[in-house]
């Protein structure tokens, strides 16, 4: 079993920048892929960014330039620093963790972005 806490979120300004946090522990192997996801009220959830062990990553259109994704393999963590946020970037975001045969999913938390 595996679980994912997050940390970072809450309420920023347009334009403004916030950085988010997910540790994974427990049976973690090696090759996973560890990304956020989002979800808005009234929407799907939504792919933000993935990054796998070797640090390819992977972006949704809608945040590149903006959003970075980066992990510490040691600590099994991965951040996402996001800047020049935007009102529509306000959802709760998940982390995620992909491995053999499951994905995992941390509690979500809050970005609000106000205009």
Not at 35 to 40: L, P, V
Not at 105 to 113: A, I, L, N, Y
């Amino acid at each position: 079993q595996v679980q994912l806490v997050e940390s970072g979120g809450g309420l920023v300004q347009a334009g403004g920048s916030l950085r988010l946090s997910c540790a994974a522990s427990g049976s973690i192997f090696s090759g996973n892929v560890m990304g956020w996801y989002r979800q808005a009220p009234g929407k799907q959830r939504e792919l933000v960014a993935v990054v796998n062990t070797g640090g390819t990553s992977n972006y949704a259109d809608s945040v590149k330039g903006r959003f970075t994704i980066s992990r510490d393999n040691a600590k099994n963590t991965v951040y996402l620093q996001m800047n020049s946020l935007k009102p529509e970037d306000t959802a709760v975001y998940y982390c995620t963790l992909r491995s053999i045969g499951a994905t995992y999913w941390g509690q979500g938390t809050q970005v609000t972005v106000s205009s």
